[in-house]
């Protein structure tokens, strides 16, 4: 079977890694699978940098979305959708594909690029979502707008009370070029799923749930006191971790993390040892942590974009707490669970409800809540201690659901079902 994948990145950033993973998972499993990225640092035989027609077809793309949004200063991520008089012809492919299969694509391919490719090859189409994108008059993420029900338009993350504004004419270019593709969409969690099934453009799309893939080579339980040794941390005090790439975004909800770690001191037994915050970010994340005078000791781990520092930073810890509120995953909620650490996390949000059961390998809180969260953090904390929630369950129950093979062969399955079914 012959499958070629577009990404923006690949193995750049969470959405580049996860595609660049679904593409190596299925080269493994020997199918014929090939990666064409705009932006690529792995580049082989089977990773497919476009050529100087190509890129310039994606420069061009990319500089007229910025100059259209130069003035409005989006509050989120937006792509909007533009033609930049270029076309994809020149992309010269080894082989023709069975499979087209479409990861995050908004600022590499338009509605019209993705028709082209369908009308030249004539094969099914898979697009898995990293983020509303695909559904939307152009935003990432909505955060709390549902105008992507509708037909979009005066959008409030580019600051538009104008009904004919760049998201509207976002939204009908992908009406007037994908309504009739056989596009099948894939939804890491059922929470993404229900959102496109909402959308207007993607209502009665074919829908299915495969989780994104993790490298259990990195993310796997080791000996919780060598790491920690290895990060100088105590060897016996309570550890939380909580990270994010960016702790000002809104929609990961740091400052309910914040908030709850405020609270959990006197949630805590008289006497008990006050735990430490491993805290993972960017740059920013220092000054944050130094602004919430938290009574907690913090230890900053600031690159997060290291995933072996990133793993041993979920090793070393007793508890991961995710306060997303507006996720298609997020990613650190299978990567801590794989290292065997449980994750108290929002209820209604991404991976969390379909992966975590409160009180077996997490807590589910009530979103919004800090309180309810901080009530968590206690709670799996005193489980761990006594025996009812182990670090060995944690990681069997997310490797059958997140590893890189099991992902693979769901891929499979469904490649197989849309060609001969």
């Given at each position: 079977m012959k499958v070629v994948h577009f990404s923006t990145y690949e193995?750049?950033?969470?959405?580049?890694?996860?595609?660049?993973?679904?593409?190596?998972?299925?080269?493994?499993?020997?199918?014929?699978?090939?990666?064409?990225?705009?932006?690529?640092?792995?580049?082989?035989?089977?990773?497919?940098?476009?050529?100087?027609?190509?890129?310039?077809?994606?420069?061009?793309?990319?500089q007229m979305q910025l100059e259209l949004l130069s003035s409005s200063k989006p509050a989120g991520d937006f792509s909007p959708d533009v033609?930049?008089?270029?076309?994809?012809?020149?992309?010269?492919?080894p082989f023709v594909p069975?499979?087209?299969?479409?990861?995050?694509?908004?600022?590499?391919?338009?509605?019209?690029?993705?028709?082209?490719?369908?009308?030249?090859?004539?094969?099914?189409?898979?697009?898995?979502?990293?983020?509303?994108a695909p559904f939307t008059g152009g935003c990432h993420y909505s955060y709390g707008c549902r105008r992507f029900t509708d037909y979009c338009g005066a959008c409030p993350l580019i600051h538009s009370s104008e009904v004919d504004d760049v998201s509207r004419r976002t939204w009908n270019a992908k009406d007037k070029w994908l309504r009739d593709v056989p596009i099948t969409l894939v939804g890491?969690?059922?929470?993404?799923?229900?959102?496109?099934?909402?959308?207007?453009?993607?209502?009665d799309a074919p829908q299915v749930r495969i989780p994104c893939g993790v490298d259990t080579n990195v993310y796997r339980p080791r000996s919780q006191l060598g790491v920690r040794r290895l990060l100088n941390l105590p060897e016996k005090t309570p550890i939380i971790f909580v990270g994010a790439v960016n702790w000002l975004d809104e929609r990961k909800g740091m400052k309910f993390a914040l908030e709850s770690l405020q609270k959990l001191p006197h949630l805590l037994p008289d006497g008990a040892e006050l735990p430490i915050i491993l805290a993972a970010g960017g740059n920013e994340l220092p000054a944050l942590l130094s602004q919430a005078k938290l009574s907690l000791r913090c230890v900053p781990l600031v690159n997060v974009q290291n995933e072996r520092l990133l793993a041993m930073g979920l090793q070393a810890a007793d508890v991961f707490i995710?306060?997303?509120?507006?996720?298609?995953?997020?990613?650190?909620?299978?990567?801590a669970?794989?290292?065997?650490?449980p994750v108290v996390a929002f209820e209604s949000c991404g991976f969390a409800p379909d992966v975590i059961q409160s009180r077996v390998n997490g807590y589910l809180a009530q979103t919004g809540d800090p309180l309810d969260m901080a009530q968590g953090i206690q709670c799996v904390l005193r489980l761990l201690e006594s025996g009812h929630i182990t670090r060995s369950h944690c990681h069997e129950g997310a490797f059958a659901e997140f590893a890189l093979t099991v992902q693979a062969q769901r891929y499979l399955n469904l490649y197989h079902e849309l060609l001969y079914s």
């Open positions: 193995s750049l950033g969470g959405a580049g890694r996860a595609s660049y993973g679904i593409h190596t998972a299925l080269v493994e499993s020997e199918c014929d699978s090939l990666m064409v990225a705009v932006h690529t640092s792995n580049t082989t035989e089977r990773t497919l940098q476009n050529n100087e027609k190509t890129r310039q077809h994606t420069t061009n793309l990319r033609s930049p008089f270029t076309t994809l012809d020149a992309l010269q492919l069975d499979i087209i299969h479409l990861h995050s694509v908004a600022q590499f391919l338009t509605a019209h690029d993705i028709w082209n490719l369908w009308r030249n090859y004539q094969a099914p189409i898979v697009w898995t979502m990293m983020d509303m890491p969690s059922q929470w993404s799923l229900d959102l496109a099934a909402r959308s207007s453009l993607f209502s995710c306060p997303s509120t507006d996720d298609f995953g997020p990613m650190m909620i299978p990567m669970l794989l290292c065997g650490t």
